[in-house]
């Protein structure tokens, strides 16, 4: 069994900066690699959507709203991601979830969502 967990999420104001991590645990073993991790977001109402994702071999694909302003990367070897978020705009409050694709050492494909962290930008 492998989780994800976000962190770095919280209140920035309006122009600031946040970065976001995803960190691989549990049965971390289980991993061969991350061929693909992602960002999402969701305001409650709405639809959950694509903020950022980066796939190996591929070019990073953002969303139209926050190109420029977010850089997602990760780190293969410690199976981590991140997402640095600058300039922030005060949208409504929105759970942001870490997505990953990933190869087990049995050669098998799992995708795996976090459980989402809060980041709110407001004066």
């Known amino acids: 069994q492998v989780q994800l967990v976000e962190s770095g999420g919280g209140l920035v104001q309006p122009g600031g900066s946040l970065r976001l991590s995803c960190a691989a645990s549990?049965?971390?073993?289980?991993?061969?690699?991350?061929?693909?991790m992602g960002w999402y977001r969701q305001v409650p109402g709405k639809q959950r959507e694509l903020v950022a994702r980066?796939?190996?071999?591929?070019?990073?694909n953002y969303a139209d709203s926050v190109k420029g302003r977010f850089t997602i990367s990760r780190d293969n070897a410690k199976n981590t991601g991140d997402l640095q978020m600058n300039s922030l705009k005060p949208v409504y409050p929105a759970v942001y979830y870490c997505?990953?694709?990933?190869?087990?050492?049995?050669?098998?494909?799992?995708?795996?969502w976090g459980q989402g962290t809060q980041v709110t930008v407001s004066s």
């Open positions: 997505h990953a694709d990933i190869m087990t050492i049995r050669f098998q494909r799992r995708a795996y």
């Open positions: 549990g049965n971390i073993h289980s991993i061969h690699s991350i061929f693909a």
């Open positions: 980066l796939r190996n071999g591929d070019n990073p």
